[in-house]
């Protein structure tokens, strides 16, 4: 089994900065891509960013020159650098990576539980 557990989501001012971190723990011999979603209310879920194991990134256009994605294949864990918020950045996030638990390359999406980001105007 694999868990993610995302943390620093909060309550910021508009223009103001938080950094988000998701670590990925249990039975893990291998990640590929790991990303960032967000849900606000009334609204579908969307791709915020996305990294892979080699590093390339992307991002959702509105978001491009604001939030930076990275990650650390040591620790298995993902951030998401977030600056000049706005209040349309208010959403529940969350964490999604592609986990192989075996020999064999065999990839299973896994979700964390989401973390709250508050953007007030």
């Known amino acids: 089994q694999v868990q993610l557990m995302e943390s620093g989501g909060g309550l910021v001012r508009a223009g103001g900065s938080l950094r988000l971190s998701c670590a990925a723990s249990g039975s893990i011999s291998r990640i590929n891509a790991m990303r960032w979603y967000r849900q606000a209310p009334g609204n579908e879920r969307e791709l915020v960013a996305g990294?892979?194991?080699?590093?390339?990134?992307n991002y959702a256009d509105s978001v491009k020159g604001r939030f930076t994605i990275s990650r650390d294949n040591a620790e298995n864990t993902v951030y998401l650098q977030m600056t000049s918020l706005k209040p349309e950045d208010t959403a529940v996030y969350y964490c999604n990576a592609g986990v192989s638990s075996g020999p064999v390359a065999q990839y299973r999406a896994y979700w964390g539980q989401g973390t709250q980001v508050t953007v007030s105007s």
């Open positions: 990294i892979i194991s080699g590093g390339s990134t």
